[in-house]
């Protein structure tokens, strides 16, 4: 019989993963696959337990919101592990695995991702880390990482609409130096910066023209001009544009190898987790992880 490793964050979203392990374990023995559990604790166990791959492990599951992906991904990636990587949307915003198109029934994505396609999709990688949706920097990182985790189960996204408001009256612009394809792109102020490999933050679509198939990641960077007016422009960007076109307040740049400088050394977020420090070096490796599509056609969600 042939073995698949599940990892999961009980803590993720509402919770509803330890509710569904029994019928997570039965889906898969019917379809011939032995699913060994276990709890994700962010630590050495968790590389232990990946790294103890042999001919019969069929594939992993990762059960909780971008944040686990991201961590599982790291070892994969650094542990040199080649096995498909199947997603349960079991977070918050769930970004990646909505993307490629999961379920959120969480019985219906076992069976799916049990018939799904192995695509070859690719990452980014921000000086030693590296990333399945968003990299970022500036406003939303602060907020994404203060609001508390209650609020973000409880409200999703909304929670970082309320959040954001209460950060304006204290929030310091930046100054950011980015290098992209050997081309200086922009020296100035920004309010926030995103690099995307994925499409959306917070279930929010921001990256219209991402493709995680494509060898690039895509740059969208908003302006520090005039705070209040900008941040109107880029939630209404955000809400309602449906001509995916991007408005003067934000810069797009398509690349495969950044670099990006600061005067100071700002907070940074990778998938919803405390990024590395300034300067900043940030690659897309192309291909780089295999990962179960529910789809048989790798069509994205816009």
Same mark, same amino acid.
Request: hydrophobic fraction near 35%.
């Given at each position: 019989?042939?073995?698949?490793k599940?990892l999961?964050?009980? /803590?993720s =979203?509402?919770?509803r993963? %330890?509710n569904?392990l029994n019928?997570? &374990?039965?889906?898969y023995?019917k379809h011939? $696959?032995h699913?060994?559990?276990h709890?994700l604790?962010?630590?050495?166990?968790?590389?232990e337990?990946?790294?103890?791959?042999?001919e019969?492990?069929?594939?992993?599951i990762?059960?909780?919101?971008?944040?686990?992906?991201?961590?599982?991904?790291?070892?994969?990636?650094d542990?040199?592990?080649d096995i498909?990587?199947?997603l349960l949307r079991t977070?918050t915003a769930?970004d990646?695995?909505n993307l490629?198109g999961v379920?959120s029934d969480?019985?219906?994505?076992c069976?799916?991702n049990?018939?799904g396609?192995?695509?070859?999709?690719?990452?980014?990688k921000?000086?030693?880390?590296?990333?399945?949706?968003v990299? /970022?920097? =500036?406003?939303f990182?602060? %907020?994404?990482?203060?609001?508390p985790? &209650?609020m973000?189960?409880?409200?999703?996204? $909304?929670a970082?609409?309320?959040s954001?408001?209460?950060?304006l009256?204290s929030?310091?612009?930046?100054?950011?130096?980015?290098t992209a394809?050997?081309?200086?792109v922009?020296?100035d102020?920004?309010l926030i910066?995103?690099?995307?490999n994925?499409?959306t933050a917070?279930n929010?679509?921001?990256a219209y023209?991402?493709?995680?198939?494509d060898g690039?990641l895509?740059?969208?960077?908003?302006k520090?001009?005039n705070i209040?007016e900008i941040?109107?422009?880029?939630?209404h960007?955000m809400?309602?544009n449906?001509?995916?076109s991007y408005?003067?307040?934000?810069?797009h740049?398509?690349s495969?190898?950044?670099?990006i400088t600061?005067?100071s050394?700002e907070?940074?977020d990778i998938?919803?987790?405390p990024?590395?420090?300034?300067?900043l070096k940030?690659?897309c490796?192309?291909?780089?992880?295999k990962v179960i599509?529910?789809?048989?056609?790798?069509k994205l969600k816009d």
């Amino acid at each position: 019989m042939k073995k698949v490793k599940l990892l999961y964050n009980p /803590s993720s =979203g509402d919770n509803r993963i %330890v509710n569904s392990l029994n019928d997570i &374990i039965t889906t898969y023995q019917k379809h011939g $696959l032995h699913v060994t559990p276990h709890i994700l604790e962010f630590g050495s166990s968790d590389i232990e337990f990946l790294t103890d791959i042999d001919e019969n492990d069929d594939h992993i599951i990762a059960a909780g919101g971008d944040g686990t992906i991201n961590h599982i991904v790291n070892i994969l990636m650094d542990n040199n592990i080649d096995i498909p990587l199947a997603l349960l949307r079991t977070g918050t915003a769930n970004d990646f695995a909505n993307l490629i198109g999961v379920p959120s029934d969480i019985i219906e994505a076992c069976e799916k991702n049990i018939k799904g396609t192995v695509r070859k999709l690719d990452l980014g990688k921000v000086n030693d880390k590296y990333f399945m949706n968003v990299f /970022s920097c =500036g406003l939303f990182t602060d %907020v994404s990482q203060k609001t508390p985790t &209650i609020m973000k189960n409880t409200f999703g996204k $909304l929670a970082y609409y309320f959040s954001s408001i209460g950060e304006l009256p204290s929030f310091k612009k930046m100054h950011l130096n980015i290098t992209a394809n050997g081309e200086e792109v922009y020296s100035d102020s920004a309010l926030i910066f995103f690099v995307f490999n994925g499409k959306t933050a917070g279930n929010l679509k921001i990256a219209y023209l991402s493709d995680i198939q494509d060898g690039f990641l895509d740059i969208l960077l908003v302006k520090g001009d005039n705070i209040g007016e900008i941040i109107r422009t880029v939630f209404h960007y955000m809400t309602h544009n449906r001509h995916k076109s991007y408005p003067k307040d934000i810069i797009h740049v398509k690349s495969n190898d950044i670099v990006i400088t600061s005067a100071s050394d700002e907070t940074t977020d990778i998938d919803g987790q405390p990024g590395p420090s300034f300067p900043l070096k940030i690659t897309c490796e192309p291909g780089a992880v295999k990962v179960i599509c529910p789809r048989a056609k790798m069509k994205l969600k816009d």
